[in-house]
T-cell receptor, first 112, second 111 residues
Framework: SQTIHQWPATLVQPVGSPLSLECTVE??????LYWYRQAAGRGLQLLFYSVGIGQISSEVPQNLSASRPQDRQFILSSKKLLLSDSGFYLC???????????FGSGTQLSVL | TQLLEQSPQFLSIQEGENLTVYCNSS?????LQWYRQEPGEGPVLLVT?????EVKKLKRLTFQFGDARKDSSLHITAAQPGDTGLYLCAGYQTGANNLFFGTGTRLTVIP
């Protein structure tokens, strides 16, 4: 069966520090991968998605970047965090061509 | 630009009451999904609707896709405390790989 792992679960970082959030998927090949950010109790904002290794599409201009160094690994990064980067970050995968999304358990990021 | 607007944003009802959540857009979607999310967790898919006018039932939950595939509704009959959570609609536009999420409806069912 397929599983998705996202870590860490919570993270507190000072303004100006770097960020690296990692997401890995098991049990499937060539998934579509997604990074979303969620404000408290609200909908999800799509940040990045990837349909293959090295292929990254950015939905919004921001202080963040994403990379997909391996088929089932998706990394969200920042060189210098801003206060506005605080939020709940969710990684997700779907089969090729879209469809149902399977989400990780999320990372609560607080930038202080 | 928010493609999918949900209403109401917050809903607090007594156990046993009925409720409807709406998901509206000016855009056409090839399919629309509904998710429920618990605090501190990722959303979990409830249903996918793909045909205009389609109605799907999941126990006490009834989902409908608008005829023009621009809107959807979720109706819950005899709500229970276990229905409490954040309900999210999400849609794929034709030919797109990315799923756009609605603004969310926070439901609280009081015992």
């Amino acid at each position: 069966s397929q599983t998705i792992h996202q870590w860490p679960a919570t993270l507190v970082q000072p303004v100006g520090s770097p960020l690296s959030l990692e997401c890995t998927v098991e049990g499937t090949s060539n998934p579509n991968l997604y990074w979303y950010r969620q404000a408290a109790g609200r909908g999800l904002q799509l940040l990045f998605y990837s349909v293959g290794i090295g292929q990254i599409s950015s939905e919004v201009p921001q202080n963040l970047s994403a990379s997909r160094p391996q088929d089932r690994q998706f990394i969200l990064s920042s060189k210098k965090l801003l206060l506005s980067d605080s939020g709940f970050y969710l990684c997700a995968w779907s089969g090729t061509g879209g469809g149902k999304l399977f989400f990780g358990s999320g990372t609560q990021l607080s930038v202080l | 630009t928010q493609l999918l607007e949900q209403s109401p944003q917050f809903l607090s009802i007594q156990e046993g009451e009925n409720l409807t959540v709406y998901c509206n857009s000016s855009s056409v979607f090839s399919s629309l999904q509904w998710y429920r999310q618990e605090p501190g967790e990722g959303p979990v898919l409830l249903v996918t609707v793909v045909t205009g006018g389609e109605v799907k039932k999941l126990k006490r939950l009834t989902f409908q896709f608008g005829d023009a595939r621009k809107d959807s509704s979720l109706h819950i009959t005899a709500a229970q405390p276990g229905d409490t959570g954040l309900y999210l609609c999400a849609g794929y536009q034709t030919g797109a790989n990315n799923l756009f999420f609605g603004t969310g409806t926070r439901l609280t069912v009081i015992p």
